[in-house]
């Protein structure tokens, strides 16, 4: 008898044991989950309190370009006085966090050649991020993208007018802001543009 007592209170602890490790793993498991929910909701909002920081950086950024520079339509202009080849003015406006000035009206394009005029001089033609480097005579934008608008010089020299030897688009500041073809290797003065957000 003492034996089966021993027996089934010995069953009944270890039920008992059972179901209380149970409980508390239940309990441990529903802290776990709301602080898991917490942990993601804190991370959540520290993502979005980066991204909000890194939008301030930017336009801090383009307060200060536009401030170094000029603002027209919409955009920043930055002319940089360095003479470089095509390639490494397209980099350097990409490292800025911009592209190289593609002008997409005539109002624009003459504001950008004051601009130039002003900043740089008005003997100085300048890197604009116009190329046809992917279809020879098919000129695009640096993105890609097809012109939607152009002036190129017509009148005295016929632009474009350098077949293969000439793939990349400058603007002449003598020439009133007309484009013309040059050779991507010849090294002259650009000017970036950043999209204002």
Not at 43 to 63: C, H, P, Y
Not at 163 to 187: L, Y
């Amino acid at each position: 008898m003492d034996a089966k007592r021993a027996a089934v209170v010995f069953c009944l602890l270890l039920m008992g044991q059972c179901t209380l490790q149970q409980t508390t793993s239940k309990r441990r498991n529903g802290k776990k989950d709301a602080n898991k929910g917490a942990i993601e909701e804190i991370k959540k909002q520290i993502n979005d309190i980066i991204q909000e920081l890194n939008v301030l950086k930017e336009q801090q950024a383009l307060q200060t370009v536009c401030l170094r520079g000029t603002k027209i339509l919409g955009k920043c202009f930055l002319a940089d006085q360095i003479k470089k080849n095509f390639h490494s003015a397209s980099d350097d406006c990409i490292a800025k966090g911009g592209t190289l000035a593609t002008p997409v009206s005539s109002d624009e394009n003459e504001q950008l050649h004051d601009y130039v005029r002003q900043s740089i001089g008005p003997e100085e033609p300048v890197w604009i991020g116009i190329n046809d480097m992917v279809t020879e005579g098919v000129w695009s934008e640096n993105t890609g993208a097809v012109l939607k608008y152009a002036n190129w010089e017509t009148e005295i020299t016929h632009q474009p007018d350098g077949a293969t030897r000439q793939n990349c688009a400058v603007m002449s500041t003598r020439s009133k802001g007309k484009w013309f073809d040059e050779n991507c290797r010849e090294e002259k003065a650009s000017v970036c543009e950043f999209n204002i957000v």
